[in-house]
C-alpha cells in the first residue's frame, strides 16, 4: 500500500494516541485527524491495550473527493493520493474534512498488554491480522491484495505476477509487495533490519 506508515496506541480499548512512523525512533503526534480515518475505530470491539501498525493512504475516491472540496475551499489540489494523505494528517484547523483509509499490518502490545503481550508475539502474521480485524480495525484482507499464505517459491511469484496485473485497476495505489514469514519463530530467526524485518 502507498501511504504513511502509523501507529495507533490504543489504552483499554480507547483509541488514545495517532503517531506517525517519522524517521523511525520519533514520529508526529496526528491524533487530531482520526476521525476522518476509514477503518480505524475509536473505540476496538474489545477492551485491548495494543499499538496496531498499518498505513493511512488515500482511495482513488477519496483522493478525487479531497480535491474536489479543497479547491472549493480555495487550495490547490493534491498532487498525488499519498501527498494528499500525509497533508491531510498534518493539517490542523481546517474548515473542511478530507477522509483518508487505514490498513493495519501489524500489532504490539503496550504497557499495560497484561496476558496479550505474549500472545501477540507468538501468533503467525496471518492469525494476528484476524485478530486485529476482529477488533474492528481495517485490513487488506477484504481488498483484490489480501495477504495469502503460500509454501513455495512459486506460488510466491504467482502471487506477484497477480498484483503486477491488478495494480492499474486496484482503488488505491501501491508501491511494491511485501513478502513475510508467518511464524512468529521464522520472523526472529530472519531478523530485522533497520527499517523493516528481513
Request: proline share 5%; net charge negative; charged share 25%.
Amino acid at each position: 500500500l502507498d501511504g504513511l506508515a502509523v501507529a495507533a496506541r490504543y489504552r483499554e480499548g480507547r483509541l488514545e494516541r495517532l503517531i506517525t512512523r517519522g524517521d523511525g525512533t520519533a514520529g508526529e503526534d496526528v491524533s487530531h485527524a482520526a476521525p476522518a480515518v476509514v477503518g480505524l475505530p475509536e473505540r476496538l470491539d474489545a477492551p485491548v491495550t495494543i499499538e496496531v501498525r498499518g498505513e493511512i493512504l488515500m482511495t482513488n475516491e477519496q483522493f478525487e473527493q479531497g480535491n474536489a472540496i479543497r479547491t472549493e475551499h480555495g487550495g490547490a489540489p493534491f498532487a498525488n493520493p499519498r501527498n494528499g494523505a500525509a497533508g491531510t494528517l498534518r493539517a490542523k484547523d481546517r474548515a473542511y474534512r478530507v477522509e483518508t483509509t487505514f490498513f493495519a499490518y501489524g500489532a504490539l502490545p503496550l504497557a499495560g498488554s497484561g496476558e496479550l503481550a505474549a500472545t501477540l508475539t507468538e501468533l503467525p502474521h496471518s492469525e494476528l491480522l484476524a485478530y486485529v480485524a476482529g477488533l474492528g480495525v481495517h485490513t487488506a484482507a477484504a481488498t483484490e491484495v489480501a495477504p495469502l499464505r503460500v509454501t513455495t517459491v512459486e506460488e510466491v511469484q504467482a502471487r506477484v505476477e497477480e498484483i503486477g496485473t491488478l495494480r492499474a485497476a486496484l482503488p488505491f495505489g501501491i508501491d511494491g509487495i511485501v513478502i513475510k514469514a508467518d511464524l512468529a519463530a521464522d520472523q526472529r530467526e530472519a531478523g530485522s533490519g533497520t527499517r523493516a524485518p528481513r
